[in-house]
């Protein structure tokens, strides 16, 4: 059975205004920044260019690459499987109820 929360009666109101006074400047200064066009990337679709990339047609897209993009998504996918791998087997069982959410 879990507990109700209770409200902090001693807490740091000060600390929240400094949060709150931070997160106020650095949105002013998000807002307020004009940036430059990126004038030495070519006008060309992003999604193509990665895509023949991928295929190893670096004469068809304005895009720099090493033939590199290949190589880095097959290591991504690895690493999510992984990640993926890593989390299933660290899920806790509680034992045979635990695969129909233990509703008894």
Known sequence: ?????????????????????????????????????????????ITAGIGYALIGQTGQTPLLGDGFLAAFEIIDLALVAALVGAVTLARRDDGPDAADGGSR
Request: charged share 10%; net charge negative; aromatic share 16%.
């Open 1 to 45: 059975m879990t507990s109700r929360p209770e409200f902090a009666s001693d807490a740091n109101f000060a600390r929240g205004l400094g949060a709150v006074a931070l997160f106020c400047v650095l949105a002013a200064a998000f807002a307020l920044t004009s940036f430059p066009d990126a004038s030495w990337f070519p006008n060309a679709s």
